[in-house]
């Protein structure tokens, strides 16, 4: 479910996924992380790092596909994924380890 | 089996486990089994920084301003944390270097100590800038009940392990009678129990611990005091956050059994031991935070608040190592910090202006004659 891609995408950029979280419903393009997608609608994501070596940003992901244009440096327990720096490929859906 | 400082057998250090295996030979990092580690020495050597480059001169003038119980909860917040790494400084060398099985891991558990060490001088830096008698500070720390109250647990795993090993090593497996201890058991099992135990309360003092001063710290800074130790506080969250990713990998890593399958059984073993380490740090450190407040809260926190931070931050360090979480505080009640922690390379929050890296080499001209009259030399 999470893959590695070597290197940046190129034109696949204003693919728009949605993301379920609970009740609500997002929409969150390939251009940039779930995280600041996530903040910029006003939800708030734990994190520290940003840069994908903390795992603070750890969320769960219940179905879809999300990418890492790095690989990051945090464990990722299956099951979940890093916000701060996993790309959205497909729809999606999460939730909060507290949920 | 003993100890050697270059092991004269040949073997093929890819299929070694990471722990118990042959002791390391050739420091070579063209291959690794668990590149993870290269990549966190890689990483903690692009994190270096030197205490001194960061400029404290206005904490000083900070410092004399804040009220006593403000001091308090200031210097309580110092002594802990040079307790802490203090401890962190050596035991990850003693404990786990004469263990230790992959070139790549022993490397990182040298690069991760160093850094430790540079915790420790950091807060020589900062104590030497704020206090003119640095020693009763550091004094204390050996005898300040609610320090060392915390001493006990934070080194407790660690010794037991170094003690297991020493034993093993001298006089390999078997039960020993050690006077004043009693009799020890050394087997494969109890020693890879005590390793797996000692790890998840690394995990804990670096990934639990330190949050309740690093919190503290930033309240401060939220009100434009103690800006420069703030930077310190800040650098040093960086580098322990890659710390406690190194320590939540071992962790993962032996759970998982891919890198030595009974690691998989033990940990499996200790999942209710380990969450009791987790559960008792977080109780220790609320209890901590009560005795930093007891004579008065700062604003923006208290011993509440902060307990809740504690139970918050517990529950997050739990998920990340396949616990349950512990529990019900389900958010986070200082979400301001997050800003705090964040590294400068990461642009997040647009009001934070002053970027500690751009400190490097600063000097401060905003003094006056009168700042030094203190200052012995
Ligand atoms: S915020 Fe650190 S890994 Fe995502
Ligand atoms: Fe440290
Ligand atoms: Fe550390």
Same mark, same amino acid.
């Given at each position: 479910?999470?893959?590695?891609?070597?290197?940046?995408?190129?034109?696949?950029?204003?693919?728009?996924?949605?993301?379920?979280?609970?009740?609500?419903?997002?929409?969150?393009?390939?251009?940039?992380?779930?995280?600041?997608?996530?903040?910029?609608?006003?939800?708030?994501?734990?994190?520290?790092?940003?840069?994908?070596?903390?795992?603070?940003?750890?969320?769960?992901?219940?179905?879809?596909?999300?990418?890492?244009?790095?690989?990051?440096?945090?464990?990722?327990?299956?099951?979940?994924?890093?916000?701060?720096?996993?790309?959205?490929?497909?729809?999606?859906?999460?939730?909060?380890?507290?949920? | 089996?003993? #100890?050697?400082?270059?092991?004269?057998?040949?073997?093929?250090?890819?299929?070694?486990?990471?722990?118990?295996?042959?002791?390391?030979?050739?420091?070579?990092?063209?291959?690794?089994?668990?590149?993870?580690?290269?990549?966190?020495?890689?990483?903690?050597?692009?994190?270096?920084?030197?205490?001194?480059? *960061?400029?404290?001169?206005?904490?000083?003038?900070?410092?004399?301003?804040?009220?006593?119980?403000?001091?308090?909860?200031?210097?309580?917040?110092?002594? #802990?944390?040079?307790?802490?790494?203090?401890?962190?400084?050596?035991?990850?060398?003693?404990?786990?270097?004469? %263990?230790?099985?992959?070139?790549?891991?022993?490397?990182?558990?040298?690069?991760?100590?160093?850094?430790?060490?540079?915790?420790?001088?950091?807060?020589?830096?900062?104590?030497?800038?704020?206090?003119?008698?640095?020693?009763?500070?550091?004094?204390?720390?050996?005898?300040?009940?609610?320090?060392?109250?915390?001493?006990?647990? *934070?080194?407790?795993?660690?010794?037991?392990?170094?003690?297991?090993?020493?034993?093993?090593?001298?006089? !390999?497996?078997?039960?020993?009678?050690?006077?004043?201890?009693?009799?020890?058991? %050394?087997?494969?099992?109890?020693?890879?129990?005590?390793?797996?135990?000692?790890?998840?309360? &690394?995990? *804990?003092?670096?990934? %639990?611990?330190?949050?309740?001063?690093?919190?503290?710290?930033?309240?401060?800074?939220?009100?434009?005091?103690?800006? !420069?130790?703030?930077?310190?506080?800040?650098?040093?969250?960086?580098?322990?956050?890659?710390?406690?990713?190194?320590?939540?990998?071992?962790?993962?890593?032996?759970?998982?059994?891919?890198?030595?399958?009974?690691?998989?059984?033990?940990?499996?073993?200790?999942?209710?031991?380990?969450?009791?380490?987790?559960?008792?740090?977080?109780?220790?450190?609320?209890?901590?935070?009560?005795?930093?407040?007891?004579?008065?809260?700062?604003?923006?926190?208290?011993?509440?608040?902060? !307990?809740?931070?504690?139970?918050?931050?517990?529950?997050?360090?739990?998920?990340? &190592?396949?616990?349950?979480?512990?529990?019900?505080?389900?958010?986070?009640?200082?979400? =301001?910090?997050?800003? =705090?922690?964040?590294?400068?390379?990461?642009?997040?929050?647009?009001?934070?202006?002053?970027?500690?890296?751009?400190?490097? !080499?600063?000097?401060?001209?905003?003094?006056?004659?009168?700042?030094?009259?203190?200052?012995?030399?």
């Amino acid at each position: 479910m999470t893959t590695l891609t070597s290197n940046k995408p190129d034109k696949v950029r204003d693919k728009v996924h949605r993301v379920l979280l609970g009740k609500k419903q997002i929409l969150v393009t390939e251009d940039e992380p779930l995280l600041v997608q996530l903040e910029r609608e006003g939800i708030h994501v734990e994190y520290q790092c940003r840069e994908g070596y903390c795992s603070s940003c750890s969320i769960k992901l219940l179905w879809g596909h999300v990418e890492y244009p790095f690989e990051p440096l945090a464990w990722v327990q299956s099951g979940y994924m890093l916000a701060c720096c996993a790309i959205v490929k497909s729809d999606i859906e999460i939730a909060f380890f507290s949920d | 089996m003993s #100890y050697s400082t270059f092991n004269r057998k040949q073997f093929d250090s890819m299929k070694e486990p990471m722990f118990f295996g042959e002791n390391v030979n050739v420091a070579r990092y063209d291959q690794q089994k668990h590149p993870i580690f290269e990549k966190l020495i890689e990483k903690q050597l692009s994190f270096f920084w030197r205490p001194e480059e *960061v400029d404290l001169s206005s904490d000083r003038k900070d410092f004399q301003k804040l009220e006593e119980h403000e001091q308090h909860i200031f210097l309580s917040n110092l002594k #802990y944390q040079t307790l802490l790494d203090s401890v962190q400084g050596r035991s990850p060398n003693v404990a786990l270097l004469p %263990i230790v099985s992959l070139p790549e891991l022993e490397t990182w558990i040298e690069t991760w100590s160093f850094s430790e060490t540079i915790h420790s001088r950091s807060y020589t830096h900062i104590i030497r800038n704020i206090v003119n008698d640095p020693t009763k500070i550091f004094d204390d720390i050996t005898v300040n009940k609610e320090i060392t109250k915390r001493a006990d647990s *934070v080194s407790v795993y660690y010794d037991r392990l170094i003690e297991m090993v020493s034993l093993y090593n001298t006089l !390999g497996l078997g039960t020993h009678h050690v006077p004043e201890h009693g009799d020890i058991e %050394i087997s494969m099992r109890s020693l890879k129990k005590a390793l797996y135990l000692t790890v998840a309360s &690394v995990n *804990v003092l670096e990934a %639990i611990r330190f949050y309740v001063s690093f919190a503290c710290s930033f309240a401060f800074a939220e009100r434009t005091l103690m800006e !420069g130790n703030a930077k310190i506080i800040k650098l040093i969250a960086r580098d322990e956050a890659l710390h406690l990713t190194g320590t939540q990998h071992m962790l993962n890593l032996m759970a998982s059994g891919k890198d030595d399958p009974e690691m998989a059984i033990i940990a499996q073993e200790c999942k209710e031991e380990m969450r009791n380490i987790f559960i008792e740090a977080a109780e220790q450190e609320k209890d901590w935070a009560s005795y930093l407040f007891k004579d008065g809260s700062m604003i923006g926190l208290n011993a509440q608040i902060l !307990g809740q931070y504690v139970e918050y931050i517990t529950n997050v360090r739990m998920q990340a &190592v396949g616990l349950d979480t512990a529990f019900g505080t389900k958010h986070n009640p200082i979400p =301001w910090i997050n800003a =705090w922690l964040v590294s400068d390379n990461v642009q997040v929050a647009p009001q934070e202006a002053e970027i500690s890296s751009y400190l490097v !080499g600063q000097i401060d001209n905003d003094l006056s004659e009168s700042d030094f009259d203190d200052f012995d030399l």
